[in-house]
């Protein structure tokens, strides 16, 4: 990398990782409060391919996850959408992929691992939950329905953070589909036509 690429490179980047089955305005507030109040320069969503905690017939195709992905965020200039956890084979692991984020933008650059209260509570289950601190400062946002609690994380590594709280899930917007209930307002305009085009969640 030439020294000007070294200067263009964004020094304070968010990683919002998640299944995005589909992705909703619960995913995007909480993106753009943490930006906002870390003065984040980027925040890169990355769909999960086979996410280890889920049922694999449970998930739909990560193509389609990483396309809504895309026109859901397409209009922020600050957020980007990586290939990076679904153009990997096997089992998707966090840490694989803050590895991955180190080595591309060198120790210069913060990382800001965003997830929300649920996802917080659970880290300590994850895989090699000690080096994923050391490779990022995580950002917890409430979530309703969740309790947002650091006990046990590691002191300083970690910040609670209050973003506007929209009760809204993946598996709510899918159920909703199902059963042929709206989800206008729940998810962004380009999502409600892609569920409706490709017919994601109907059966
Ligand atoms: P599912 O119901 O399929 O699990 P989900 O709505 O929980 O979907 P995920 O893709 O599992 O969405 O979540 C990705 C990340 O976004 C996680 O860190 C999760 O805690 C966070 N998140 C999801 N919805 C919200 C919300 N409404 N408010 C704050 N954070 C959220
Ligand atoms: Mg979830």
Not at 48 to 76: C, F, L, W
Not at 102 to 117: C, K, M, P, V
């Amino acid at each position: 990398m030439s020294e000007e690429d070294t200067k263009r490179q964004p020094r304070r980047v968010g990683i919002m990782g998640g299944t995005f089955d589909p992705i909703h305005h619960g995913h995007l507030v909480a993106a753009s409060e943490a930006a906002s109040l870390f003065g984040l320069d980027q925040v890169v969503f990355v769909p999960a391919g086979k996410p280890y905690q889920k049922d694999d017939s449970e998930v739909s195709p990560a193509e389609h996850r990483y396309q809504m992905t895309v026109i859901a965020t397409v209009s922020n200039p600050r957020f980007v959408v990586s290939r990076a956890e679904i153009d990997r084979t096997g089992p998707t692991y966090t840490i694989d992929t803050l590895r991955d984020f180190r080595d591309h933008y060198g120790r210069d650059t913060e990382l800001f691992f965003i997830t929300g209260a649920d996802a917080l509570g659970n880290i300590l289950s994850w895989n090699s939950a000690d080096e994923l601190f050391q490779l990022a400062h995580f950002v917890g946002c409430n979530r309703p329905g969740h309790r947002l609690d650091d006990a046990g994380l590691p002191p300083g590594r970690v910040s609670l953070v209050e973003v506007p709280a929209l009760a809204i899930s993946s598996t709510e917007c899918r159920e909703r589909v199902r059963k042929g209930e709206p989800i206008w307002y729940l998810v962004p305009e380009g999502i409600v036509h892609y569920i409706n085009k490709t017919g994601l969640y109907r059966h």
